[in-house]
């Protein structure tokens, strides 16, 4: 008899096929995602981080510096713009970057980070202790993403003594001339000719390998870092994650509401409907825009809790907050539209609407922010709507860009939402039929 039990218990999962889906397609999905995730991480745990670099100082020790930067297997370092897509080969390279265009791509989201090595670095760049003559290496950071800047000031520490050794020799000669009270002429002589021997072997060695040695340490550098991106929001990462939650929840609240067209036609009042002179077109046009009008009530409905609880300056970024609630509702409405278009039971749009919704909202962002992905993920998100509504918001609520910049998360939103609803509209044709 138990045996019988398990045998019928089996042969019911196989036919219930939203089940099956949940029990077993479900978590082999999300091993996959959060598999690519954490397996195309770096040793370190994090991705490359993009960072820019720039060289006010334009010495020997600063560009020292500056290779060891861009030879370190944890950072992407661009000392120029990127050309133009479609530029010509033989077309000059963009200028290197200043301070104030650094200053302005982190603002415009190319890079979480730039390095700034002031004039005069390469004078003191190395210090065991205060020093009133030692320059300052400035950190930018955009603090939407927490772990860049950190990671840099790191790199910044170990390149800087693994890329100048004869530099760190020469500073701890200086200490021990001060602390031992003065070192003799012949000593002193015969230091410093070891120190240029030193250092003549270790720039053959860097050209010949074309990399730092290996190497730790941190402290010698003196480091500031100075947010230019949200240093004055009181509580700047809430929109991040109203966004990426709302967006979930709000596939949800649309496939759930989409399905009413499964209910109607099982009961039979989809069938009294388009005899009634109602036309498919227009019956989809009609929960189309009720499930629009349905997800934007929830979105200004959380955005409203998160200005009255978590302090979201909601109310300053009107107009570019309705533009992009709007495009994304649209977008999910649609979505609801096409997953209830093509099940044809309320447990098989259950269970595809629940692999697909909890897929797209791990890899678009919803689940784990995209900053931290690799790059074959973030590609892979933008084929979700979560990727472009929290970019979108993000420009709302976080850089402050004006309504025009939009302009691709909006398209996309849009575009998907046409898209997705001619589809639905096409599979719809078989009620028609019946």
Known sequence: MIYTIILNGFRALRRDRGA?????????????????????????????????????????VSKRVIDGLQHDPSLLVSTHPEAKPGARKDQPTPPDYTAASAEAAIRQGVAPVAVIIPRGFGANPISFGPAPDRKTVIILRDSS????AQVVAGMLQK????????????????????????????????IESDISRFRAEVEG????????PAGDSSGFVAVTIRDVVGEKKRNPMISFYAAGIGVMFLMFTASAAGSSLLDEAECGALDRLLSARVSMTTLLA?????????????????????????????????????????????AVASFGMLLASVSHTRAQQAAISTLIILTMSAVGGSMFPRFLMPEI?????????NAWAIDGYTKVFWRDEPISHLGPQVAALVGSGIVLFLIARRFARRWEST
């Open 377 to 385: 993920m973030k590609k892979a998100g933008l084929f979700t709507f």
């Open 205 to 212: 060695l860097n050209q010949q390998e074309g990399a730092a």
């Open 20 to 60: 099956f889906v949940l029990s077993f397609i479900l978590p082999i999905a999300f091993f996959t995602i959060f598999g690519f995730i954490f397996c195309g991480m770096r040793p370190t745990g994090t991705p490359r981080v993009n960072l820019l670099a720039v060289d006010e100082d334009h010495s020997p």
């Open 159 to 190: 390149v800087v003594v693994t890329s100048l050794p004869d530099v760190m020799a020469a500073v701890g000669v200086k200490y021990l001339d001060q602390a031992s009270g003065g070192l003799t002429p012949q000593q002193r002589q015969r």
């Open 286 to 330: 009609g929960k189309l825009t009720y499930c629009t009008l349905l997800a934007f009530s929830q979105l200004v409905i959380m955005f409203l809790w998160g200005a009255a609880v978590f302090h979201l300056d909601l109310f300053s970024h009107l107009p570019g907050f309705i533009i992009m609630t709007v495009a994304t509702s649209f």
């Open 145 to 148: 993403d927490p772990v860049a």
